[in-house]
């Protein structure tokens, strides 16, 4: 077991009583009604929003994959990061404005007003699914691989610390108490993060490196470029990235519960924008304090590393960090899963209240519905730290998880996309576009698994599975599903029943929104000159 000072434990141990203690604290003011629980009232401002936003996307998952990422690869992966800053233009312009006019609760919600009730089941399975598994799963595995490394505690053991932190207030607060923790953990994941970037630049110079050529040089030039980067190493294209992402990106921050509740919490269309747009600036950060440390512990500890690339961000918090600040990168850490937990628990027992439970019974009491609400966190909970340990070899993280959400996403992002932007597409194409597309998705991905596990190889390229990386894949399976879409639209005669209000025109944005939003895409277009 690896040492750690007891005033390092005792950051550690005053860090975890005051997320729970602020958590708490803000649960009484929140008010006793379902709206409350679920939604804040509907009184989250932008600086809350954007933080809350920034802290639950932010997850262990970034801080080990990035840097993991940034080790083996180099800043290509910042892409995943700076391409977020454009989906979130995306969700403040076209998807903000129509999800507050319809005044839904949840996202299912939404595809029953504009499509039917099948495709709001099915929405509904798919949300769980991937809170379940992959928001709440891979945040415990990735928080614990890196308490195993540094304090040698079992995995299991790590899940269900953080687990019981999490959970408390969580459950007892509702969505009030995560924005709120989510903001004081978004301030400690930035100065941790920063810090130890710090630490790794200043002690560059120790191991002959004292400036940015040389340090080209010694991580190899191609590790720093965005763009321009060697296609061959890395086995995508830019455009894989570009597209690939893009349809990830819509569903992510567009289309997925965990992610946008905080925006239909907001107290006006307006801070639910500014909400969106704060958070595309935060978007800016982690490339710099996340992936470039990785980058730098490639020019710093590539020996102690060598294939152990999970161990990146371990090492450098035990090499750099002295005594005191190593408590400040651990409360980072647990930030970063603690506010990606407590997300995706929250969006959990929204759905089941709403999608499940309030379909059942229109009439529940709000007593019931937070009874509910309370009952589907802590069941999660269980079953959540229950498969996390399990993760083990399913390869690298960031990546995994990337590749799971892909087999549903494209779907998802046809039916709502092609829902907003026309009013021809069917209830039936939801439904078989949701169904199909994911369905078809999913065999790739196990056949691909298959292959890969038992080294078979295909006949074009001789390379194992079907031989074109998940991002291609990714937008390909969007194109797949926007043709299921269009040609069961084309051939279904059945009437449809959209309301009158939901393509109304949405109200201009603001003069503050619409410069904030400008001054966004300029500066992410003179980071990529920088990157080139």
């Known amino acids: ?23 708490l604290w803000y649960s009484r003011k929140k008010k006793n009604t379902s709206q409350g629980y679920f939604l804040a009232g509907k009184s989250l401002t932008w600086a809350v929003i954007g933080a809350s936003l920034f802290a639950s996307n932010i997850s262990t998952v970034h801080l080990v994959g990035l840097a993991e990422s940034g080790f083996k690869d180099g800043i290509v992966w910042g892409n995943f990061e700076w391409f977020s800053a454009f989906e979130l233009i995306i969700l403040a312009f076209i998807f903000v404005p129509f999800y507050l006019r319809t005044k839904i609760t949840t996202l299912p919600e939404f595809l029953e007003k504009r ?60 969505l009030v108490s995560v924005v709120v923790t989510e903001t004081v953990q978004t301030v400690i994941l930035i100065i941790g993060s920063l810090t130890i970037t710090l630490l790794a630049i200043y002690k560059l110079p120790e191991v002959g490196i004292h400036s940015y ?36 990106g819509i569903w992510y921050w567009c289309t997925d519960q965990t992610i946008v509740q905080r925006v239909l919490g907001a107290r006006s269309e307006k801070q639910a924008k500014l909400g969106a747009l704060f958070a595309g600036f935060l978007k800016i950060l982690p490339v710099f304090i996340m992936v470039i440390p990785g980058i730098l512990a490639f020019a710093l500890f590539k020996d102690d590393i060598g294939t152990s690339t999970k161990s990146v961000l371990p090492i450098m918090i035990l090499k750099l960090m002295p005594v005191g600040l190593k408590g400040l990168m651990v409360a980072a850490l647990l930030a970063a899963v603690m506010s990606s937990v407590a997300a995706a628990l929250n969006s959990c027992s929204t759905l089941i209240v709403y999608d499940v439970f309030n379909k059942l019974n229109p009439n529940l009491s709000d007593a019931n519905k937070i009874r509910i609400g309370k009952i589907t966190s802590i069941t999660v909970l269980l079953l959540a730290v229950a498969w996390s ?15 799971m959400f892909s087999i549903f996403a494209p779907s998802i992002v046809a039916v709502f996309l092609w829902g907003i932007l026309s009013k021809k597409g069917t209830a039936s194409a939801s439904f078989w576009t949701l169904l199909g597309g994911s369905f078809f998705a999913a065999i790739v991905f196990l056949v691909e698994k298959y292959a890969t596990i038992n080294g078979i190889k295909n006949f074009v390229s001789s390379q194992e599975g079907l031989g074109i990386n998940w991002l291609r894949q990714t937008y390909v399976y969007f194109i797949i599903s926007s043709i299921i879409y269009v040609l069961v639209s084309y051939f279904d005669t059945s009437k449809q029943h959209i309301p009158d209000t939901f393509y109304l025109k949405a109200k201009a944005s603001s003069k503050t929104v619409n410069m904030l939003s400008i001054t966004l895409v300029a500066v992410m277009l003179i980071i990529y000159c920088v990157f080139y």
Do not use: W
């Not at 077991?1 to 958590?23: A, R």
């Open 389 to 403: 340990p399990f993760l083990g070899d399913l390869g690298a993280i960031f990546e995994l998880i990337n590749q």
């Open 213 to 248: 050529e040389a340090l080209k040089e010694a991580v190899d030039p191609d590790r720093l470029k965005a763009v321009s980067f060697d296609e061959t190493k890395k086995g995508f294209t830019f455009l894989d990235i570009l597209f690939g992402h893009l349809v990830l």
């Open 1 to 23: 077991m690896t040492s750690i000072s007891t005033i390092d434990l005792c950051i550690i141990i005053l860090y975890i009583i005051l997320i729970i203690f602020v958590g």
């Open 115 to 174: 499509y039917d009730s099948r495709s709001r089941v099915l929405l509904a399975v798919f949300s769980i699914l991937a809170a379940l598994f992959m928001h709440i799963g891979v945040s415990f595995y990735a928080g614990a691989v890196v308490f195993e490394k540094m304090f040698g505690l079992n995995i299991f053991i790590s899940i269900i610390i953080i687990a019981l932190a999490t959970g408390i207030y969580t459950v007892i607060g509702g």
